[in-house]
Nanobody
């Protein structure tokens, strides 16, 4: 069973940058996806960026870049020019699939990002 542990969140001023990390442990299927999501209390969960083992990459936020270090089995989210509206709990997720057809069924505990103006 795959386990995901996020880190790297915290307080930051508007215009600043943060890099989130998500370390995965355990066995995965041959084709799987990794993604970043965010959700504030009382709001819908929102996809931020995702990547799969075939090299498909999609960032839904132009200021954010997703990447994966295969050797370290760690997923990253580089967030630049942060805005107060980016304040959220950020979650790493994984699951079988590829491209836009992924089933995210494994979730990390989340890391809080708080952007002050």
């Amino acid at each position: 069973q795959v386990q995901l542990v996020e880190s790297g969140g915290g307080p930051v001023q508007a215009g600043g940058s943060l890099r989130l990390s998500c370390t995965a442990s355990g066995n995965t299927s041959s084709d799987y996806c990794l993604g970043w999501f965010r959700r504030a209390p009382g709001k819908q969960r929102e996809a931020v960026a995702y990547i799969d083992t075939r090299g498909f990459v999609n960032s839904l936020k132009g200021r954010f870049t997703i990447s994966h270090d295969n050797a370290e089995n760690t997923l990253y989210l580089e967030m630049n020019t942060l805005e107060p509206e980016d304040t959220d709990m950020y979650y790493c997720a994984a699951g079988p699939g590829s491209g836009t057809s992924c089933t995210y069924n494994i979730w990390g505990q989340g890391t809080q990002v708080t952007v002050s103006s």
